[in-house]
């Protein structure tokens, strides 16, 4: 039977020997693995001196408080080592990111399962006896024994890596690799604890190996432990994002990093010379200033990738001793130049001014179309700020408006008069956005200006134009058509009477024309809201019933296989109203059928669209006015009899739909195309 004495020595002997090893410490120069040991020689020490003391003590409360620390410490040590042996071995996977969240959600879990075990106890259980000795005997449970396979799997992790890295070294590391195998040996005694633990103490025997592989590492083989250290060079030579070849004076490619072999999976197969290098980049030599070469790959998103190369010959005193490429992967930086250099083309050649300031309203860029709409140059706008536009036109509110809208980092839209170099006086519309940076700060402000001055004038132009048109147009056929009237009560023959009819007629057509005009004109002032929705069905048959009463041997037909939701507002009833009054009064033929549907129209256009048809069987539309209103284009010589047609065909534009005029099944079809708001 193992005395708690001896063992007790034993182990706290081991925490002597790491504790001493940390404070002394190895002649490793990479940082992280010297860290790495010494957290490893740390750890390890609090393992076994908490487990010595645990076979001292006669109290049972602390000797299980003692036991717990063991293994939670005892499990930090796995992590220590896979930390040590990354870095040792010139890998950065103990840097990653992923190494430390899975590390660190690993431990806690375990962690917790180890401290809640008096709780749920299926860690492990434990006897306080004083016959032959006083100590605690452990009997672990399934928990203990699945965290046990974890501990030594990732151990395992770390010694597989030490491998690799000692088989690929030219130097002899067989005492390291008994080293290696003594830290295994512990785990002899831990299999008979768990056979028989009144006879071997229940505890981690791991200590025990960790000080053994601290003396030899430390004072036994420590030039061997620190010659197959990975050099700080090769670190750097891997971790680096520049693609490194070295190649000796005989021109043979001696070495070359990851990130080389990922650009080029030739190297060290078809590419083993400076020749087949410089053929592989399609260049003649190898230049310090460097040069652009582009490499077909499938993988890039045009099917090429491009590469910065730079040579740099190495020398010692007068003597060369080799060569080294750099390459970098500059397809994405190239990519983005491409797309800037294409966006100053687009800003370039706009017809909008557009200016951009930074937070000072210091304006530092102005664009060609700038030039031409407010007459100051490049170099008179850059340096100074929008105010020089200014006019006396906007009050101070106005300003203050804008610029607290965009330092919230909002957009602010509106129109503006503004003042040209020369002084005269522009109306434009303005839209100022903020340009941030990756924190989402504002650094930057772009101002977008569309000369409007003369739409606008245009606009007023044709407004006052219309309304005097419409005005004297209506005020004198009411004249002609009172006088029309006094006449027919004077004459006498109907040859007369005739003519008489036939003024009052066209006046009476006239006048409705300029009504219609005016109506097209308040119906298309306005724009479409988004929210904008019409229920077809329901107001077809509203705008059908007065024409089934004042026209009754007309039949009517309103057909909906479907009962769209159309993305438009009530304007459309007047087309609606339009088309089916163009039927009815136009037409010379008895039996007349006028027909109002709804169908699904299939597109490959975006959207859900239905077709609204009204059709009748009366005596057509000319066809050169259906070629007109579909193509919506007008001449002096080829033009439609009236605004009818133009009220259906801007309407419908303005909802964004087409227009189009058929003939089928012995019907004129106006086929409206409108979105709908919801599938059909």
Known sequence: ????????????????????????????????????????????????????????????????????????????????????????????????????????????????????????????????????????????????????????????????????????????????????GVMALPIIPKIASAMSPTVVPNLSYDPIGVAIFAVGVLYVVDDAFEGLEAPTRNVLFERTDIGVISIDTTGEIQEFNQQAAQFFPELGESVRTKAELRDLLGLDSFADDGQTVSIADGTADNGTRRYDVHGHTLTVGPEEFGESVFVEDITDEHRRKLQLERFERAIESIQQAVFITDREATITYVNPAFEEITGYTAEEAVGNQPSLLKSELHDETFYTELWETILAGETWTGTITNQRKSGMYYTADLEVSPITDAEGDSTHFVGIQTDI?????????????????????????????????????????????????????????????????????????????????????????????????????????????????????????????????????HNDRDGLMVAVRAEPRETDATGSWVEVVVADTGSGIPAHEQEIIESGRETQLEHTTGLGLWLVYWTVSLFGGRVRICQENGETQVRLQLLAATEP
């Open 453 to 585: 001055t003369d739409e606008i004038q245009r606009n007023q132009q044709l407004t006052v134009l219309n309304r005097l048109l419409r005005h004297n147009l209506r005020n004198g056929m009411n004249v002609i058509k009172g006088n029309a009237g006094l006449l027919d009560e004077r004459v006498v023959d109907e040859t007369s009477r005739s003519y008489v009819n036939a003024i009052r007629t066209r006046a009476e057509i006239l006048i409705e024309e300029s009504t219609k005009a005016g109506e097209i004109q308040s119906l298309l002032s306005e724009g479409v809201s988004p929210a904008a929705r019409y229920d077809f069905c329901s107001a077809a048959n509203s705008i059908i019933e007065p024409f089934e009463a004042e026209y009754p041997t007309v039949a009517f037909e309103l057909e909906c296989t479907v009962e769209p939701e159309l993305i438009a507002d009530d304007r459309l009833d007047a087309v609606l109203s339009e088309l089916i009054s163009n039927a009815v009064r």
């Open 1 to 180: 039977m193992v005395q708690n004495a001896t063992l007790a020595a034993v182990f706290g002997l081991a925490a002597l020997v790491c504790f001493s090893g940390a404070y002394y410490g190895s002649r490793l120069r990479h940082p992280d693995a010297e860290t790495g040991l010494r957290a490893l020689f740390i750890l390890t020490g609090v393992w076994a001196l908490a487990q010595a003391v645990q076979l001292l003590v006669m109290n049972e409360t602390v000797a299980r408080g003692l036991f717990t620390v063991s293994l939670v410490v005892g499990f930090a040590t796995v992590f220590a080592w896979l930390y040590f042996c990354s870095a040792y071995t010139g890998n950065t996977y103990h840097r990653t990111r992923w190494f430390w969240i899975g590390t660190t959600a690993l431990y806690s879990v375990v962690t917790t399962l180890k401290l809640t075990n008096p709780i749920h106890g299926e860690y492990f259980s434990a006897t306080w006896v004083t016959e032959p000795q006083t100590r605690l005997i452990i009997e672990q449970s399934s928990m203990y024994w699945a965290s046990f396979i974890v501990a030594y799997g990732l151990a395992a992790v770390g010694i597989y890596l030490l491998f690799i890295h000692f088989r690929q070294s030219d130097r002899s590391t067989g005492a390291l690799v008994g080293l290696l």
